[in-house]
């Protein structure tokens, strides 16, 4: 019989969902940092992208009454978003597209 759960560990679980770094795999510990960190700072921009055009919008719509203002926050909120979720699913896309060439 086969228990998942028979060491009952945290790392266990984890381990279970941590990416494998796909193609990136062989890259040392400091360039993986050096990629997390990249990352990171691009999503905290995109973030950022986001927020501005929310207070953009929120301006635009309500202080100043104008319109072009508010749809460039709607561009903005969009464009922001989009980004989160690209870089965000960049390590699957990059293992996916890695283990079909394979």
């Known amino acids: 019989m086969f228990l998942a759960a028979e060491k009952g560990d945290i790392n266990t679980i984890i381990g279970g969902i ?3 770094w796909g193609p990136f795999g062989s890259l040392g510990s400091e360039a993986r940092v050096m990629i997390e960190v990249v990352m990171a700072v691009a999503l905290l921009l995109c973030f950022g992208i986001a927020i501005w055009g929310a207070a953009k919008q929120r301006i635009g719509a309500t202080a100043l009454r104008d319109t072009f203002s ?9 464009a922001g978003l989009t980004g989160v979720f690209i870089i965000g699913s960049l390590g699957t896309l990059f293992t996916i597209v890695y283990g079909m060439a394979v």
């Open 18 to 20: 941590a990416p494998d």
């Open 70 to 78: 508010a749809e460039q926050g709607k561009g903005l909120i969009v």
